[in-house]
């Protein structure tokens, strides 16, 4: 199969990943893909985009597996792809250049997404401390790679944000399933502050998801406060989170949820409200 038909099978699959109805036409598309460009990267002329295809190709099949209820079945091509875009980075920074500007940068941020992403496949699949795991080491890898964040390119630093907002979450829910689980609640929180830190200096106005991401981000460390009792500044998370709600209208309906349930723990650790043992009765959903 030549490139320009390997480029049109990818584009179909692509497409058909877009929609729920043809999503079992994907699942064969993208095997097909795949094939394709293990084939091209065992030649003797590979180029780098048949490896980045490759990996492509790969991550976006494990997320297609985890969307159609087979996440474990979606481990092992995520798995691979995280491998696959591991070499292109190393290949990629092996030739120099400013971290922060592509190519590097781009190749950084798809290592990192990779990597966060076969997390959220692997919570999916019943493997809470494999996520957790795995995100962890997408953080270390911006940070091994590019340094400090604000050093980092955008795509580094917009994926660093999702790294860093999904490992809170994580966090936040081994300690609400598992309250004896150490300094769970403190370590969201700091999780939680660095990817507001990042989505802050990402905000466009050109570009609404930005201000998603900012509001979501808002409603998990707003959680994170009140479980560690820093409430006066969980009420000023609160209050920005509630304000990007406002702006985004229906769309924002999921940060509008984690806001509430924030609001509801805040309403209640100020209320005192405690059971018959004496034990605080929280009132939000686990998870």
């Known amino acids: 199969m030549g490139p320009d038909e390997r480029r049109r099978l990818f584009e179909q699959a692509r497409e058909r990943s877009a929609r729920k109805d043809t999503w079992a036409e994907a699942d064969r598309l993208w095997v097909r893909v795949i094939e394709a460009y293990r084939e091209a990267v065992r030649g003797p002329g590979a180029v780098?985009?048949?490896?980045?295809?490759?990996?492509?190709?790969?991550?976006?099949?494990?997320?297609?597996?985890?969307?159609?209820?087979?996440?474990?079945?979606g481990m092992a091509p995520g798995g691979e792809a995280v491998v696959v875009f591991e070499r292109v980075y190393d290949a990629v920074a092996a030739e120099g250049g400013n971290v922060?500007?592509?190519?590097?940068d781009d190749a950084l941020a798809e290592l990192i997404t990779a990597l966060v992403d076969l997390a959220e496949v692997s919570f999916a699949a019943g493997q809470p401390a494999t996520r957790r795991d795995l995100l962890e080491?997408?953080?270390?890898?911006?940070l091994t790679s590019a340094g400090s964040p604000p050093s980092a390119g955008p795509r580094t630093r917009e994926a660093m944000g999702t790294a860093y907002h999904n490992q809170a979450t994580a966090l936040l829910h081994r300690?609400?399933?598992?309250?004896?689980s150490g300094d769970g609640a403190q370590e969201a929180a700091l999780a939680a502050s660095r990817a507001c830190e990042l989505r802050q200096g990402l905000l466009?106005?050109?570009r609404p998801l930005t201000f998603w991401e900012m509001a979501n981000t808002y409603g998990v460390y707003a959680q994170c406060l009140v479980l560690i009792g820093?409430?006066?500044r969980a009420a000023m998370v609160?209050?920005?989170?509630?304000r990007f709600v406002e702006t985004l209208g229906p769309a924002a309906a999921e940060p509008a949820q984690k806001l509430r349930v924030a609001a509801e723990m805040l309403a209640r650790e100020k209320g005192g409200s405690r059971d018959a043992t004496g034990s605080r009765r929280w009132g939000w959903r686990r998870g």
């Open 137 to 142: 080491r997408a953080v270390t890898v911006g």
């Open 204 to 206: 466009d106005l050109a």
């Open 175 to 180: 300690h609400l399933t598992r309250p004896s």
């Open 48 to 73: 780098r985009e048949d490896q980045q295809q490759l990996a492509r190709a790969l991550w976006r099949h494990s997320m297609l597996l985890s969307a159609r209820g087979r996440a474990a079945d």
């Open 100 to 104: 922060a500007a592509a190519p590097r």
């Open 230 to 232: 820093d409430l006066d």
């Open 238 to 242: 609160l209050s920005m989170g509630n």
